[in-house]
């Protein structure tokens, strides 16, 4: 079966780091393109970030320098390493494959919050 | 950035009646290749988003033949012909053309 597994999220104060992580069955991660979208509650999707099946990444502006997104082939599982944790972060994190986005993660929640 | 705009935010429909959801783009998503890259997802309840309709009017797989997809350059709709209980949730367009950005939302209920 084809699908994408998150974990990692949780409470964490500002300034402080969490890293995401999105296990794949059924497909293989390399081979593909993946990405990270963010939504906060009640809010719209906001894509955060892709990693291409050549190494190539792109960020949001709103995460650019804060968050680094990776993936470990032995695993099959994209990463989300997120630095510098803000408020504004507070969201349900979903891991999709790329180009169409046409299978989606559960989400995984991050509250930043003092 | 390309600013997706969604028109209406709220739709509330009859079973067995249309319905259609506007999408305008800031700039164009015709490609050099060919393709035009504007996306439709439906997010139910609780859940994560789910695909409909990719490159303007190709329905996934799976979806019901219901739902349309149209529209060139910067305009696109999607319609439901017959909108059944199930349709309920957030609908999403979205470009990737340029990085990927999603319209607002257009949340649909049933009357």
């Known amino acids: 079966e084809v699908q994408l597994v998150e974990s990692g999220g949780g409470f964490i104060q500002p300034g402080e780091s969490l890293r995401l992580s999105c296990a794949a069955s059924g497909f293989i991660v390399s081979s593909t393109y993946m990405s990270w979208v963010r939504q906060a509650a009640g809010k719209g999707l906001e894509w955060v970030s892709i990693?291409?099946?050549?190494?190539?990444?792109y960020y949001a502006d709103s995460v650019k320098g804060r968050f680094t997104i990776s993936r470990d082939n032995s695993k099959n599982t994209l990463y989300l390493q997120m630095n510098s944790l803000r408020a504004e972060d507070t969201a349900v994190y979903y891991c999709?494959?790329?180009?169409?986005?046409?299978?989606w993660g559960q989400g995984t929640m991050v509250i930043v919050s003092s | 950035e390309i600013v997706m705009t969604q028109t209406p935010l709220f739709l509330s429909v009859t079973p067995g009646q249309p319905a259609s959801i506007s999408c305008k783009s800031s700039q164009s998503l015709l490609h050099s290749d060919g393709k035009t890259y504007l996306s439709w997802y439906l997010q139910k309840s609780g859940q994560s988003p789910q695909l409909l309709i990719y490159?303007?009017?190709s329905r996934f797989s799976g979806v019901p033949d219901r739902f349309s997809g149209s529209g060139s350059g910067t305009d696109f709709t999607l319609k439901i012909s017959r909108v059944e209980a199930e349709d309920v949730g957030v609908y999403y367009c979205m470009q990737s053309i340029h990085l990927w950005t999603f319209g607002q939302g257009t949340k649909v209920e049933i009357k």
């Open positions: 490159e303007v009017s």
């Open positions: 990693i291409y099946s050549g190494g190539n990444r």
């Open positions: 999709a494959r790329t180009d169409v986005f046409d299978i």
